[in-house]
DNA sequence: AATGCACTCAACCGCACATCT
DNA sequence: CAGATGTGCGGTTGAGTGCAT
C-alpha cells in the first residue's frame, strides 16, 4: 500500500538529538492530557517542531517514566540471549520480557556486545549455532525460524522429560504459584509471537505433523518428539520422513487435554531421552487449534501440566550448569569452553 | 597535543500491519 | 471494499566520546 513519511514534507521540523526543553514539552503535555493522544497531532499541540513518530520515539526510549536507566545486568544479558535464541530479532518481544528495557536498547546492546561475544565463542548469532558446524552448512536451507521453533519444542520437551524424571524421583508435588510460568510466558508476546511463527512458518505448514493434524482432530503425542532432539543438531524437520511423527508443537487446547503423567525409566535420562521418553508419553489431543492455544482456562489444566509448564520456562531460562558466560565479562578469551558445548540445545536444556 | 580509530547509543528511515473513514 | 491514517518494528546512521598512537 505504501504511505507518504509522517514528516517527509514538512521541513521545518527539527530533527537530531532532544534537548532537554523539548523533553520537557513532551512530558509536561503527556502529563497534562495524561496520555499522549494521537503522536501525529501532538507535536502541534504541545508546541515542538518535530514529528510525531519523533516524539514517539522519544517518548517509548527515554521519557517513559518506567524505563530503565543504566547497565544491563548479567541477568538481563543471559536472558536477552536466550530469547534471541529463540526468537531472533524480534526486539519488541524480547524487550516485553524485560521490564524497564526498551527494543531499542535491547537491539543495541546485542549489535554491540552480545553478538560478538557470541562471535568470539565461535557461535553464529544469527543461529545461535557454531559456526564452524558441519551441521550448519547442512541446515543452511533451514530457516532460523524453524531453528527458533525447534528450540521452543526442544525445551518444553525436555521441561516434559525432567518433570517426569523429577516426578518419579521426588514425587514432587510442585506449588500452585510455581506451576504457571510457562503459561504466563505462553500467553506473553513471546509465546504470541511463536505462536504466529509457527503457523505462518512454511516449514510448519509442510510438516508432516501439521498435515497429519490438521486433517485429524485427535493424535497421539506419543512419537512426537523422536527427531525434536536432532533438531537443532544435524537434521532438519523439513527433512524428517518419519511418516509417524506427529509434531504439532503447542497447539494443543488445553481444555481437551487428557494428560497423563508419563512414566519412563529414569536411567534413561539424559540428553538423549527422547526416543526412550517418547515412547511412554502417552496424551491425548483434540482438537487441535492454535489460536484456542493456551486460552482455556489455566486451572483446567492438571497439575501436572502446569508442573510441565514450569519445568520447561526453568528450561528455557536457565543457562547451562557451567553457566559459563564469561564473554560478558568483556575478556573472550578467558572463554574456556568450546563453542561445540554451547549449542543451542546446551543452552537452553542443561538436563 | 593532535589525530585517527573504535565504540556506543539516540535518533532516523522505511516498511508492514492495524484501524479508521 | 479501498484508500487514508496511525502506530509499531527492525535496520541503519551519525554525533559524541574515549582510547591508542
Redesign the pocket.
Known amino acids: ?3 507518504t ?4 514534507n514538512k521541513k521545518d521540523l ?5 534537548s532537554p526543553e523539548e523533553d520537557e514539552l513532551l512530558l509536561n503535555y503527556i502529563s497534562k492530557n495524561h496520555g ?7 507535536p502541534k499541540l504541545a508546541g515542538l517542531q ?5 516524539c ?3 517518548w ?3 521519557l517513559k517514566p518506567d524505563i530503565k ?1 543504566g ?1 544491563f545486568s548479567k541477568d538481563e544479558e543471559k536472558l536477552i540471549i536466550q530469547l534471541h535464541g529463540m526468537l531472533g ?8 520480557q524485560l521490564p524497564g528495557r526498551t ?3 535491547i ?3 546485542w ?3 552480545l553478538r ?1 561475544g557470541l562471535v568470539s565463542m565461535g557461535i553464529d548469532p544469527q543461529t545461535h549455532e557454531p559456526l564452524s558446524s558441519n551441521c550448519l552448512s547442512n541446515n543452511a536451507s533451514a530457516s532460523a525460524a524453524t531453528r527458533h521453533m525447534a528450540q521452543w519444542e526442544s525445551a518444553r520437551l525436555e521441561a516434559e522429560a525432567r518433570l517426569s524424571r523429577d516426578s518419579s524421583l521426588f514425587s514432587r508435588v510442585p506449588e500452585k504459584s510455581e506451576c504457571d510460568h510457562f503459561l504466563r510466558l505462553w500467553n506473553s ?1 513471546v509465546g504470541k509471537s511463536f505462536r504466529k511463527l509457527s503457523t505462518s512458518d512454511k516449514f510448519a505448514c509442510q510438516s508432516p505433523i501439521s498435515q497429519a493434524s490438521s486433517s485429524t482432530k485427535c493424535g497421539s503425542l506419543s512419537a512426537v518428539t523422536t527427531e525434536v532432539g536432532n533438531l537443532t543438531g544435524s537434521s532438519t524437520m523439513a527433512g524428517n520422513q518419519n511418516e509417524d511423527l506427529i509434531y504439532r508443537p503447542f497447539l494443543v487446547n488445553t481444555e481437551d487435554v487428557e494428560y497423563k503423567p508419563f512414566q519412563f525409566n529414569t536411567e534413561e535420562v539424559g540428553y538423549k531421552p527422547f526416543q526412550s521418553i517418547t515412547e511412554e508419553v502417552e496424551f491425548k489431543i483434540c482438537q487441535s487449534n492454535t489460536e484456542d492455544v493456551m486460552a482455556g482456562s489455566v486451572s483446567s489444566c492438571s497439575n501436572d501440566l502446569e508442573d510441565s509448564s514450569d519445568t520447561a520456562l526453568q528450561l528455557l531460562l536457565d543457562y547451562p550448569t557451567n553457566d559459563d558466560m564469561s564473554f560478558l565479562e568483556n575478556n573472550a578469551n578467558d572463554y574456556a569452553t568450546t563453542p561445540a558445548e554451547l549449542t543451542p540445545n546446551s543452552f537452553i536444556c542443561p538436563l
Not at 5 to 8: A, F, G, H, L
Not at 36 to 42: A, E, Q, V
Not at 50 to 54: A, P, Q, Y
Open positions: 500500500m505504501g504511505r513519511p509522517c514528516c517527509d527539527k530533527k537530531g538529538p532532544w499522549h493522544g494521537s503522536w501525529r497531532s501532538l518535530r514529528c510525531g513518530k519523533s514517539r520515539l522519544r517509548t526510549n527515554y536507566r547497565p530479532n524480534r526486539w519488541a518481544t524480547i524487550a516485553s527494543d531499542n536498547e537491539k543495541n546492546l549489535n554491540t556486545h560478538k508476546e
